[in-house]
């Protein structure tokens, strides 16, 4: 069982509509959590940053973690075609470990006007 | 504006040859990270450096070698390519240790 297991996919919505990726992981060491956008042929672009559990909102993207069942989720919403793009979830345990990210697979997001 | 980049953008090598992967930030960071991302593997870390001098090994770090003797840069040497390299490689950088990773755009490297 991988660290990180996140839905691949692919997922396609409409223009406008409201987006939920999500990712679970069995390390009780992770302590920071984040999303990254991936266009194709681009490196990973940090979306959002979260330490422990909670919300944390920035424009129209909100990220989630609960650590008590090991879950994080991303949401998008009024979805646009330039959100199309790979996600990738991904958790660091800090410390001694950090910058030791373990990252999802990845989820393939299409949003089509 | 301060940025990370990495260079060649694309490179083809030969089985056995030595080949370096340069990655140079103008953030004055002091961490800086390589890894490598395939289909089914997702990204995964070769080599990391806490500060000049220090390096140390990841997940994936037999066959590659980095050395830091500056801030700006960390270069990943393949000592003798071989094909299971073949691979896309991404450095990342960051201020401090509660700091995210911010990556380059990556080089695509082919080893035939």
């Known amino acids: 069982q991988k660290e990180v297991e996140q839905d691949p996919g692919p997922l396609s919505v409409p223009e406008g509509a409201i987006v939920s990726l999500n990712c679970t992981y069995s390390?009780?060491?992770?302590?920071?959590f984040m999303w990254y956008r991936q266009y194709s042929r681009k490196g990973p672009e940090l979306l959002m940053y979260t330490y422990s559990s909670g919300n944390k909102e920035d424009g129209r993207f909100t990220a989630q973690v609960d650590k008590s069942s090991k879950y994080i989720s991303l949401f998008i919403r009024d979805s646009q075609p330039s959100d199309s793009a790979t996600y990738l979830c991904a958790s660091d345990a800090g410390g001694t470990s950090y910058g030791k990210l373990t990252f999802g697979q990845g989820t393939i997001l299409t949003v089509h006007p | 504006d301060a940025e990370i980049t990495q260079s060649p953008r694309h490179k083809i090598t030969e089985t056995g040859r030595q080949v370096t992967l340069a990655c140079h930030q103008t953030?004055?960071?002091?961490?800086m990270f390589w890894y490598r991302q395939d289909l089914g593997h997702g990204l995964r870390l070769i080599h990391y450096?806490?500060?000049?001098?220090?390096?140390n090994k990841g997940e994936v770090s037999d066959g590659y070698s980095v050395s830091r003797s500056n801030t700006e840069d960390l270069p990943l040497t393949l000592e003798s390519a071989a094909s299971s390299q073949t691979s896309v490689y991404f450095c990342a950088s960051s201020e401090d240790r509660v700091s995210p990773l911010h990556f380059g755009n990556g080089t695509r490297l082919t080893v035939t």
């Open positions: 953030w004055n960071h002091n961490n």
């Open positions: 450096s806490y500060g000049v001098h220090d390096t």
């Open positions: 390390n009780s060491a992770f302590q920071y």
